[in-house]
């Protein structure tokens, strides 16, 4: 059955536009509320965060509204990283957890994850009822089992002590200098509040959030304020986090910028030689590029390539017995320490990796040399199939005849907004753009 609602990480859309509007944000809440609460009995709760998006005060009340009318007791966290809701929703004992974020998004987006009692996302089955139930409606509970709601005063606390016992005890970070950029999201109080405690010299960017400017010139996704910022200031390293503080991109005391791959190399190859590497295997999308299984490879570790979302690296990783997995764009996923994304934990296995071996961020941020790759996107209207169209595929057929025994090619409707992304790898950076732009050509045309 085709979802609806759902893509690669929760439900995602405008703000005030369907999806993402109040009614159905209530209807959401109200059938996951049903769908957690199928035994009928008492003091069943959810857990809801946020990052600090306008919309997040509608948002969020409207899934108030939803879950209290199935007899759900609802647990509001406030701005918090979509990790903590991960966290605290089987420490809280809570039967679901709900983050309010579009992640990397701009404002005038916003999204819904569920997360179930054991702390982790939903899986396919579990969201397809969800969307059933959501857009069929629920019966409600009578007047007199209405659920409670009520502000959580420490839920940030509990999430800060739990990221600090994940850096080694035996380490401290004084004398060096983080330059921190949260995003104006989720993590502007937590992530410099921790680095502070932990001894750094904190340079906070991205800590003065106003709702309207989550990711907005800085973050993951716009790092240059955060290197120019380290070469303003001599700074040892910086870490970027995104709106909703799960995904992490670092950069060096040059302000050369490391992605995803480069840190689960860094992670993968440490945690290999230690033997706490579960299966001597890394998780990683199709995404991650060609130069990283190499690496691996040399090491003889090997790379479990899954479709792109976090989520889906996190069920390999599960399904397989395996303890790191990520993204290239951030996600790096360490299921001894957390049960998504975290890029807070990230960061600080990092500042430990240079404390630990006195190496300078450069030094630890660049395992490997990447193939060349390349991305573009092209957006479409909402309802639109670019990809079924005679001429997209025609193109695409073409492209991959071009690149066999050369390169790769990956095309794909994004899960989290309306673009067709086309990405190229290969060795000859001519053919690889020529490849991409005939694709990407293709899809404008279809479109």
């Known amino acids: ?25 209530l209807r959401m809440g109200a059938a996951a509320g049903r769908f957690f609460r199928r035994d009928g009995s008492a003091a069943h ?3 809801i965060g946020k990052d600090t998006r306008l919309s997040g005060y509608m948002i969020e009340n409207a899934l108030t ?12 966290l406030g701005p918090v990283p979509t990790p903590a809701v991960g966290m605290l929703t089987p420490s809280m004992r809570a039967d679901v957890g709900v983050m309010i974020s579009a992640s990397h998004n701009p404002a005038v987006d916003n999204g819904i994850k569920f997360f179930g009692p ?17 857009l069929d409606g629920v019966d409600l509970v009578q007047s007199t089992n209405i659920g409670r709601a009520k502000r959580i005063d420490d839920g940030r606390f509990r999430y800060l002590e739990r990221v600090k016992s994940t850096f080694p005890s035996d380490l401290t970070l004084d004398g060096i200098k983080v330059v921190i950029d949260c995003a104006n999201g989720a993590a502007y109080r937590a992530a410099p509040e921790v680095l502070w405690e932990l001894g750094a010299d904190v340079i906070p960017l991205g800590v003065e959030p106003d709702g309207l400017n989550i990711n907005l010139g800085c973050g993951s996704t716009k790092p240059e304020a955060a290197a120019a910022k380290i070469r303003e200031v001599g700074a040892d390293v910086g870490i970027c986090l995104d709106g909703d503080a799960d995904r992490v991109i670092l950069i060096d005391e040059k302000g050369n910028v490391a992605d995803g791959d480069q840190i689960m190399a860094l992670f993968a190859k440490r945690w290999s030689d230690e033997g706490r590497l ?8 199709v995404m991650s590029n060609l130069g990283l299984e190499r690496y691996l490879a040399e090491s003889a570790i090997t790379l479990h390539r899954t479709a792109v979302g976090d989520r889906h690296v996190v069920e390999a990783m599960r399904s397989n017995g395996l303890n790191l997995g ?18 807070l934990i990230a960061g600080l296995q990092f500042l ?26 092209v957006r479409f209207e909402l309802g639109a199939t670019p990809l079924d169209t005679p001429g997209v595929k025609a ?53």
């Open 1 to 25: 059955m085709t979802r609806k609602l759902f893509g690669t990480d929760g439900v995602r859309g405008q703000a005030n536009t369907y999806p993402m509007t109040a009614e159905m944000a």
């Open 45 to 47: 709760r959810v857990v």
């Open 65 to 76: 509204a939803g879950f209290t009318s199935t007899g759900m007791n609802v647990l509001l």
């Open 118 to 134: 054991d702390g982790f996302k939903l899986d396919d089955e579990a969201e397809l009822a969800i969307e059933t139930m959501t």
């Open 278 to 285: 579960k299966g001597r295997t890394l998780a990683a999308t």
């Open 326 to 343: 990520g993204e290239q764009s951030g996600h790096i996923v360490m299921t001894d320490y957390a049960t998504t994304g975290d890029g």
């Open 352 to 377: 430990a990796e240079m404390v630990r071996t006195g190496q300078k961020a450069s030094a630890l941020a660049h395992s490997f040399e990447t193939v060349p790759q390349l991305l573009k996107n």
């Open 395 to 447: 193109a695409i057929a073409a492209g991959e005849q071009r690149l066999t025994g050369t390169g790769r090619l990956l095309i794909r409707k994004s899960g989290t907004e309306p673009l067709i992304r086309v990405m190229a790898e290969a060795e000859d950076e001519a053919l690889m753009t020529a490849v991409v732009d005939d694709i990407v050509g293709a899809v404008e045309d279809a479109v």
